[in-house]
């Protein structure tokens, strides 16, 4: 880690059980990231019980971030995102899928204007049933949200610090991130990078997880079509329901006023 009190970049990289990733991913980026003015590196533990917090502490200059008990990447993201200082926000995943040598193409992309700039798995290295289901995902992402990344939930991402300090965190919803950005009015941008087997450990995103996701879509939806105007949602079952109750009420007083029958019955 270059010192400095505000550096040009934070690295931010979530890790649940990594634990043979951590040493080759540290080597691999030191190198990749030797020609940027200055960064810092941030290690978000989300709660490992592999020994990852220990393998963390080995590593020299960087910073490191650890839950107690696992809370997912979204908070661990966000946690990243609190403590970095940098003028830029790269985020990639700790288990070496994420190829460092890109980071130097995401910088590029902000510098060149973009508010964010989003990896895309062009030749994604992961079983089947996992592109299968993310396929399906972003499409319906892409639809509901009304955004046009092609991959969404790539953990590869750069951003303007205060894009990523402002985004707020539920549930699985980094998944859905460049719809959440886009809704705000920023630039997102995506470019194509190299993805790679996973080595190490074990995928914490199986077929449920990515179903899972799909609730955290729905939830997304109603933030950005009815957040600042809920009634828009609720005012047109409740004035039907309304209407429906004002239509008995009117018929049972007929009853009642009218033909002269007891309503109790
Ligand atoms: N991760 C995390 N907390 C979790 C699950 C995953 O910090 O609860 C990290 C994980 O260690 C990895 C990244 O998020 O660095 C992406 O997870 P994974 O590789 O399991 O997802 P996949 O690549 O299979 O979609
Ligand atoms: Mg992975």
Same mark, same amino acid.
């Given at each position: 880690m +270059?010192?400095?009190?505000?550096?040009? +970049?934070? *690295? +931010? *990289?979530?890790?649940?059980? @990594?634990?043979?990733? +951590?040493?080759?991913? &540290?080597? @691999?980026?030191? @190198?990749?990231?030797?020609?940027?003015? !200055?960064y810092e590196i941030i290690y978000v533990d989300d709660g490992s019980n592999d020994g990852t917090l220990e393998s963390l502490k080995?590593?020299?200059?960087?910073?490191?971030? !650890? /839950?107690?008990r696992n809370h997912g990447k979204s908070k661990a993201l966000e946690a990243g995102f609190a403590e970095a200082r940098g003028t830029y926000i790269v985020t990639l995943d700790g288990d070496l899928q994420d190829d460092p040598h890109e980071i130097p193409k995401f910088i590029a992309a902000l510098e060149a204007g973009s508010d964010l700039v989003t990896g895309w798995k062009v030749h994604r290295k992961d079983p089947f049933?996992? %592109?299968?289901? !993310?396929?399906?995902?972003?499409?319906? #992402?892409?639809?509901? #949200?009304?955004?046009s990344v092609h991959d969404m939930n790539c953990g590869f991402k750069g951003y303007r610090a205060e894009v990523a300090?402002?985004?707020?965190? /539920?549930?699985?919803?980094h998944r859905y991130i460049p719809a959440v950005v886009l809704h705000q009015g920023y630039r997102v941008s995506e470019i194509p990078i190299n993805h790679r087997e996973r080595k190490f450990g074990r995928s914490k995103?199986?077929?449920? %997880?990515?179903?899972?996701?799909?609730?955290?879509?729905?939830?997304?939806? &109603?933030?950005?079509? &009815? &957040?600042? %105007?809920?009634?828009?949602?609720?005012?047109?079952?409740?004035? #039907?329901?309304?209407?429906l109750g004002t239509l008995i009420?009117?018929?049972? !007083?007929?009853? %009642?006023l009218v033909d002269g029958l007891t309503i109790g019955n």
């Open positions: +270059v010192h400095e009190k505000n550096p040009f +970049v934070s *690295i +931010v *990289i979530p890790l649940y059980n @990594e634990r043979d990733s +951590v040493l080759p991913l &540290f080597k @691999e980026l030191q @190198e990749a990231i030797r020609g940027l003015p !200055s080995e590593l020299q200059g960087v910073g490191i971030l !650890s /839950f107690v049933e996992k %592109r299968f289901v !993310s396929k399906i995902a972003n499409g319906m #992402a892409r639809m509901l #949200a009304g955004s300090k402002g985004i707020e965190f /539920f549930g699985d919803m995103y199986g077929m449920w %997880r990515l179903f899972a996701g799909f609730f955290d879509l729905i939830t997304l939806l &109603f933030v950005r079509r &009815f &957040f600042d %105007r809920p009634m828009h949602f609720f005012g047109l079952g409740g004035l #039907a329901i309304g209407a009420l009117i018929y049972l !007083s007929w009853l %009642r």
